[in-house]
């Protein structure tokens, strides 16, 4: 309920008030009228009632005043939060989207997390936030749990959840994923599964950003090497989860991939002029996908993790002519 539709209720509720006790103070006065034989409508009687009227309204529009202030008072403190996302002590609700692209709901239990912030005070997460209790005397819930990024407002994850749900569900998710380590699991591990978190929404982002380019392109093998870097992206969920802390996956997400969506765009560009000779642009491409190959080879295959290193000239290379393709 906003403010306005509050102040227009205890309004209502005021004057409904005010009627039901005129409707009483008259039935007094008539029942004191029988019992005494006294007229109802002798001056000192008829002044007695308009006082005690008075009165009696003026302490109930004051009750009315103090309840509409406490009203808007609760509603800053505790904004608004929409019934998908129900508020309830000790726990957090979120939706996602599942293998088969349906939209599921998950409830979580957060007395770990309140523990460590208890302890803490602030627990540094995910997109580089920090999380932290408006009340740490009062349970964690949507209201109470509040976030802030870096050079932005602090804010209440209810708030986050109204002005991005995106987000919410990202931060969300990544506290689903810690809720069943301990206090001293997270004090001792927090950093690494923070890592981990950023690289799994990185590849995620990585995944869409291809397959929205895809769609775009008509060529059979561009498209399965598109295919196959998607793949082999999904494959290393299980070695970011190992290990989380890998320079190489890290520059692999950060540096190479990029490249490949920039060579990508570059390709479709060239692709979509009728008349053009995209054979130039396509062997830069397919050299890059033969590239991040190796490159997620040597990822996963320890015994060629030193080929890792090797490619970095190759990939100077190929973004060199990527810079002379723009200056061109």
Do not use: W
């Given at each position: 309920?906003?403010?306005?539709?509050?102040?227009?209720?205890?309004?209502?509720?005021?004057?409904?008030?005010?009627?039901?006790?005129?409707?009483?103070?008259?039935?007094?006065?008539?029942?004191?009228?029988?019992?005494?034989?006294?007229?109802?409508?002798?001056?000192?009687?008829?002044?007695?009632?308009?006082?005690?009227?008075?009165?009696?309204?003026?302490?109930?529009?004051?009750?009315?005043?103090?309840?509409?202030?406490?009203?808007?008072?609760?509603?800053?403190?505790?904004?608004?939060?929409?019934?998908?996302?129900?508020?309830?002590?000790?726990?957090?609700?979120?939706?996602?989207?599942?293998?088969?692209?349906?939209?599921?709901?998950?409830?979580?239990?957060?007395?770990?997390?309140?523990?460590?912030?208890?302890?803490?005070?602030?627990?540094?997460?995910?997109?580089?936030?920090?999380?932290?209790?408006?009340?740490?005397?009062?349970?964690?819930?949507?209201?109470?749990?509040?976030?802030?990024?870096?050079?932005?407002e602090?804010?209440?994850?209810?708030?986050?959840?109204?002005?991005?749900?995106d987000?919410?569900?990202?931060?969300?998710?990544?506290?689903?994923?810690?809720?069943?380590?301990?206090?001293?699991?997270?004090?001792?591990?927090?950093?690494?599964?923070?890592?981990?978190?950023?690289?799994?929404?990185?590849?995620?982002?990585?995944?869409?950003?291809?397959?929205?380019?895809?769609?775009?392109?008509?060529?059979?093998?561009?498209?399965?090497?598109?295919?196959?870097?998607?793949?082999?992206?999904?494959?290393?969920?299980?070695?970011?989860?190992?290990?989380?802390?890998?320079?190489?996956?890290?520059?692999?997400?950060?540096?190479?991939v990029?490249?490949?969506?920039?060579?990508?765009?570059?390709?479709?560009?060239?692709?979509?002029?009728?008349?053009t000779?995209?054979?130039?642009?396509?062997?830069?491409?397919?050299?890059?996908?033969?590239?991040?190959?190796s490159?997620?080879?040597?990822l996963?295959d320890?015994?060629?993790?030193?080929?890792?290193?090797?490619?970095?000239?190759?990939?100077?290379?190929?973004?060199?002519?990527?810079?002379?393709?723009?200056?061109?």
């Amino acid at each position: 309920m906003d403010n306005e539709n509050s102040f227009y209720t205890i309004m209502r509720g005021v004057f409904a008030g005010c009627g039901v006790l005129l409707v009483l103070l008259l039935a007094l006065f008539i029942l004191t009228s029988l019992t005494t034989g006294q007229s109802m409508f002798a001056p000192e009687i008829v002044k007695l009632f308009v006082t005690l009227f008075q009165i009696s309204t003026a302490v109930f529009a004051g009750l009315a005043v103090a309840m509409l202030i406490m009203a808007i008072f609760v509603k800053k403190k505790n904004p608004a939060v929409p019934g998908s996302m129900v508020v309830k002590d000790g726990s957090l609700r979120y939706e996602y989207v599942d293998e088969n692209g349906k939209k599921r709901r998950k409830t979580f239990d957060l007395k770990n997390i309140d523990a460590f912030l208890k302890e803490r005070g602030i627990m540094n997460i995910v997109m580089d936030a920090k999380l932290s209790e408006n009340d740490p005397k009062e349970k964690p819930n949507i209201r109470n749990l509040m976030i802030e990024f870096p050079e932005k407002e602090k804010k209440s994850l209810a708030i986050l959840y109204k002005e991005n749900p995106d987000t919410y569900s990202r931060i969300a998710a990544f506290l689903d994923r810690i809720s069943n380590k301990d206090a001293e699991d997270l004090k001792e591990h927090l950093a690494r599964y923070v890592h981990q978190q950023d690289l799994l929404d990185q590849g995620d982002d990585l995944t869409r950003q291809l397959n929205r380019r895809r769609m775009e392109i008509s060529d059979g093998e561009v498209k399965a090497g598109i295919d196959a870097v998607t793949g082999r992206i999904n494959e290393l969920k299980t070695l970011i989860l190992e290990n989380g802390n890998n320079d190489k996956l890290r520059k692999l997400y950060s540096y190479y991939v990029p490249m490949l969506i920039e060579i990508i765009d570059n390709f479709i560009t060239i692709d979509s002029h009728e008349g053009t000779d995209n054979r130039e642009a396509k062997n830069k491409l397919m050299e890059t996908f033969d590239l991040i190959g190796s490159a997620f080879e040597a990822l996963r295959d320890e015994q060629k993790e030193d080929e890792f290193d090797q490619l970095e000239a190759t990939a100077q290379t190929i973004e060199a002519l990527l810079k002379q393709d723009k200056n061109a």
